[in-house]
C-alpha cells in the first residue's frame, strides 16, 4: 500500500511530492478521515508550498465524498487552524503542510474535535482504518470558505497580552517567515502591537530561500537585517507558523532553546503553575521554574504528548525546546504568534533589551545533531544500555541518559528516516565530548 512510503508520527504524514505524497493519496486520506471522525464538519488549512492547493484540493474532495462538510480557510498557520478547532463544537481540522521540510516535501496533519494533532494511539487506529474505510457516501457534504480565521486567531492574543504596554515601545522588528504562512499574516500581526516592522523572505510564497527550519545556522539574512535596521529583535518562523528563533538586537541569532525559556519566565513571574515541556529540553526550564517554586514535567516529544500532559496537570505553559510555545490561554498548541507576543511583553514589562533577559538564564550548551542510521533500534538501544549501565536511564522516547556532566538524548526520528542525538552541556566542549563518546558506541559493530 502507498502509505507505507511515507513517514508517519505524531507530528503528521510526510513525504515528497509527488512520488510519495499525491492528489491520490491525499484522496483517500481525506475519505478516510472523514469516515473516522463522527464530527460534521472539517475545517482545512495549507501552508504556502506550490504542492498546496492541489493536495488541498484533493484532501477536501476525499471528505466530502465521505459526505462530511468542509470548510476551507485558505494558507493559514497550522496554529490557526488548531485555533479554530478547539474553539469551535463539532468539528475536527486538517492542514496540508510539511512543516519545516524542504519545499519538495508536504503533508497531512490531522487535528481531533480538540483542535490538537491525533495522539498515538488515535492515529494507530485511523492508519489501520485508512485502507478499510474508502467508503464514498450517497450523499456528498458541502463546501464553504471561512476568511476571518486568523484575525479570530490574533484577536484571541491580543486579549491575552497587555497590547497598549507593547504599543509604547514601538519595537523595531525584522521578521523571517521563509516564504511561508509568516509571509501573510506577521506584519499586519506586529503592527497591531505598535511595531514598526521590516520583512524579509516574503516571496514568491513557498519557495524557501533558506533551509526553513528555525535554527541558528540558518538565521545569517535575518541577522544581517536586525544589524542593518538597528531594530530591538528578530523572529524567524516554520513554513507553517509554528515554531519561532530569535535574533537579539545585536544581530546574533540565539539558540531556539530561548524562545520558551523567555516565554515560560515571562509567564510564571505572573501566573504560578506547573509546566510541560518534552525530553530533549534544556534543563535551565528546571531551574526557572525552581525558581517560581513550580512543578516541571517532561513528556515524550511530539506536540500532542506535550499537550496532553499539560491539560492533565493543568499548566500554565508549556512547549518544545525547538521553538515551540504552547499556551493555553489562546490554544492548546504550538504557536509562533503567541510566541511573538509574549516575548516582546517582556521586553515591554522588564524594560530590558532581549540580550539582556536572555543572558538571566544559566547557562547550557546545546547540541542537536541528526546522523544517517540504518540499524534496528533494539540493537542500538542494547549497546547504549550496556555502556551507560552505570548513569540514570529514562526510556519512554528512546533513550535519555542522565550524566554529572550533561545529558543524552538519543532516538529515532519520526519525521525523518534519521537519527536524533540530542546533547546538553554546560558548555560546548562539555556537550562535543558527550557527543563523541555517544557516536562512538552507536558505531561499534
Ligand atoms: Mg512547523
Redesign the pocket.
Known sequence: MEIKSLKISVAGIRGIYPSQINPEIAFKFGVAFGNFLKEKNIFVGRDTRISGDVLKSSLISGILASGKNVIDLGIVP?PTVEFIVEKNENCGGAII?A??NPSSYNGIKLLSPEGTFLNEREKNRFISFFSKNQKIKKRPGSLTEKTDSFLLHADAIFKNVNVELIKKFNFKVVVDPCQGVGALYSEKFLKEMGCQVTVINRSPLGKFSHNPEPLPQNLKELAEKVKETKSDIGFAQ??????LAIVSENGEPLSEEYSLLIALDHILSKEKGSVVVNLSTNSAVEKVCEKYGVEVFRTKIGEVNVVEKMKKTGSVIGGEGNG?IIWPKVHYG?DSFVAMALILESMAERKKKISEIVKEFPPFFLLKKKIAFTGTETSLFKKLEKFYRGNKLIKIDGIKILKKEGWIHVRISGTEPVLRIFIEGKDKKTAENLYREVLGVIRQD
Open positions: 497550522t503542510t512543516s519545516h516554520d513554513p507553517d507558523g509554528d515554531r515551540g504550538r
